[in-house]
């Protein structure tokens, strides 16, 4: 089955909060910060100039991820997930690849993202596509406990 990856649109607020919590839940706790991004999308995200996206398969929504700008030049990738039985399908790089894209439509030059180091399969992805990690001196106050990794990509 194909995926593709589209913008996101009234009515996807509920699929981007269920993914999200799913993979957070079953490797950490929801934290403040992840209820206010995945209760109020439009509010956190949209409304301050991000952008959300959603991969699909067969009109159902099997991931997602978003950017939110930092700054001039400087974006942040949040809330990357694919469902896990859609893993293997190669969403997670479609996602990637669209916010790259997304990322440079909106001006950006850098996207920063925060991780830890638990998510060996998701620090591999974002290698890949050429991610690298931020020294501890250069990283950036986060609202995250679970945060142990930072990582940019210039573009």
């Not at 620090?123 to 986060?142: H, P």
Request: glycine share 8%; hydrophobic share 45%; aromatic share 6%.
């Amino acid at each position: 089955m194909t995926t593709t990856v589209r913008p996101f649109r009234p009515g996807d607020a509920q699929a981007f909060r269920d993914l999200n919590m799913a993979w957070i839940s079953a490797h950490f706790g929801i934290e403040d910060e992840d209820i206010a991004q995945l209760e109020q999308v439009e509010e956190t995200i949209l409304a301050k100039g991000g952008r959300v996206l959603i991969a699909e398969q067969g009109g159902e929504a099997i991931g997602t991820t978003a950017l939110i700008p930092l700054g001039p030049g400087l974006v942040e990738l949040v809330k990357m997930s694919v469902r896990e039985d859609s893993r293997v399908a190669g969403a997670g790089r479609l996602l990637m690849d669209a916010a790259i894209e997304t990322a440079l439509e909106m001006g950006a030059t850098s996207i920063w993202l925060e991780t830890n180091n638990v998510l060996t399969a998701a620090i591999k992805l974002y290698e890949r596509a050429g991610f690298e990690l931020v020294s501890q001196e250069d990283w950036r106050a986060t609202p995250y406990c679970r945060c142990n990794t930072q990582m940019i990509k210039r573009l």
